[in-house]
């Protein structure tokens, strides 16, 4: 059938080309780097991060950007708050970022632009709009967007200036010739970070820097825009026009947006002081349930964070990993033979993502091939032919490699808690067999009542004890 897209811009699926057979350009709007990533970032970096690797499995060279923005208003305010250089804000948060970002398993970008190192780009592109009609510079070495001058401003969040105009509180401000124009460069501020231009010291706008670094690294058209919902107006309709405005050309083809979160069902904000860091959920939850309570969900659905929630995903990566363990035990006492046979549960997956990375479909038939396996997993143990069971393993480690949910490559003991829950049962039921070989039957008992207490499930079987985690 061929993979079809969700647009924002056309608000319709369309069946999905690139600007060049075979690649992918991929550009996400990254964090505002002055704060501990909180969970929209968790949502939106997963988010792109499944379709990244969907790209990748259908057989697409992916080039992925993800910016990092860091000089902005909200920096420079928590510098002066702190008593310290924006730039050290800036950077301690970029690296808190990025590392809570790996935790739940999403690849690093292969193109991380910092803003501040984008100024000449920045400027330049600032020249060539005024060059065009499209900018103007004003008193106090700002310069801004003159939203009247490009026709098509509007058609990415679908509205009219008019109805912009109603719907926003403007502020006035005699330099502007239209309310809704915006600042491309900021003149500096007493005390505020600044680069030399043409209009003065001053600084980027936030919307500029995208266009600018999009371009530099993809070209004037590429293929994918990501970011959150709350991204299309203003930021992403500011930077279609910045970017058309210079080349003429479509600056982008498919426009993606993903679903907000929301927190026991608020929507999240910092008002409302529901705001939770990753690093708190992570704390209490293990990386992997988190993922997989964000993969779980369609990219453009809203995803509440609930405890309930979590635990269900969690209870939901304990089958996954319970799975990969037992039929790797079982594979590793088989004979080693393997008929490489294809098993239509793959089919299945990738028609699932290829409708707009539909990864509720994908997640329901990766919990078929573990219904399927689990069976196949008592057939072995019992000494059956290994080969079903060999290729259900290898096609439910490349599909939930795909979601970036693979227990087998993913997931290291320190994150899962699973390995080292695992070790710590094995090793009672090995003290158990070795308490039964001395009909010291009292211990074994207790070890076997204490497990059962702690939420762990003993099968006894003729190979020797089986072990699950109850739910
Ligand atoms: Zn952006």
């Known amino acids: 059938m061929g993979l079809v897209v969700y647009n924002t811009f056309s608000r ?3 069946p999905f080309e690139p600007v060049a057979a075979g690649r992918v350009s991929i550009y996400v709007c990254g964090p505002t780097v002055y704060d501990l990533p909180h969970l929209g970032h968790a949502r939106a970096a997963v988010a792109f991060d499944v379709i990244r690797r969907t790209f990748r499995a259908l057989g697409y060279d992916v080039t992925y950007v993800m910016n990092i923005t860091d000089v902005d208003d909200k920096i420079i305010t928590r510098a002066n708050e702190e008593g310290r250089s924006p730039f050290a804000v800036a950077d301690e948060y970029t690296r808190a970022y990025q590392a809570s970002m790996a935790r739940v398993g999403v690849l690093p970008p292969d193109i991380a632009p910092r803003a501040t190192g984008h100024i000449i780009e920045m400027v330049a592109l600032v020249e060539q709009l005024i060059g065009t009609g499209a900018a103007y510079p004003v008193e106090g070495g700002d310069v801004y967007f003159s939203v009247r001058s490009f026709g098509k401003y509007g058609e990415l969040s679908n509205r009219s200036l008019d109805d912009m105009r109603a719907g926003e509180r ?14 491309l460069w900021k003149g500096a501020k007493p005390g505020e970070p600044s680069w030399p231009s043409p209009w003065g010291p001053g600084r980027p706008g936030w919307h500029l820097e995208c266009s600018a670094m999009s371009m530099k690294y993809l070209g004037e058209s590429f293929d994918v825009h990501g970011g959150g919902q709350d991204l299309i107006f203003p930021h992403h309709e500011n930077e279609r026009a910045q970017s058309e ?6 600056f982008v083809r498919f426009w993606l947006h993903n679903g907000f979160v929301t927190i026991n069902e608020e929507k999240m904000s910092k008002s409302l002081k ?18 997989m309570l964000l993969v779980a969900a369609h990219y453009r659905s809203p995803i509440d964070f609930s405890p309930d929630g979590l635990d269900e995903a969690g209870a939901m990566w304990q089958r996954f990993s319970t799975f990969a363990r037992n039929a790797t035990d079982a594979l590793d006492a088989a004979p080693e033979i393997d008929d490489g ?3 239509s549960f793959e089919a299945d997956f990738f028609a699932a993502l290829e409708d707009d990375f539909n990864t509720p479909s994908a997640v329901a038939v990766l919990f078929e091939l573990v219904n399927a396996g689990n069976v196949l ?6 000494g059956g032919d290994p080969r079903l069971l060999r290729a259900h393993l290898a096609t439910f480690s490349k599909m939930a490699g795909v979601l970036g949910l693979d227990p087998l490559t993913q997931w290291p003991a320190e994150e899962s808690g699973a390995e080292i829950v695992g070790s710590l049962v094995e090793s009672l039921l090995e003290m158990r067999e070795r308490a039964r070989e001395a009909r010291d039957f009292e211990t074994a008992d207790l070890i076997r009542e204490r497990l059962v207490k702690a939420g762990v499930v003993v099968e006894d079987r003729p190979g020797g004890p089986r072990w699950r985690i109850k739910r």
């Not at 010739?177 to 915006?182: A, S």
């Not at 405005?245 to 479509?250: G, K, R, Y």
């Not at 997993?377 to 019992?382: D, G, I, S, T, W």
């Open 274 to 291: 529901n705001f939770v860091s990753l690093d708190d959920v992570l704390a209490q939850y293990p990386a992997p349930a988190v993922r």
């Open 12 to 14: 319709r699926k369309e």
């Open 170 to 183: 403007v502020e006035p401000d005699p330099r502007k010739r239209d309310p809704m124009d915006f600042a």
């Open 377 to 382: 997993v008592e057939q072995v143990e019992a």
């Open 341 to 343: 046979r294809p098993l």
């Open 245 to 250: 405005a210079v080349t003429t050309a479509p």
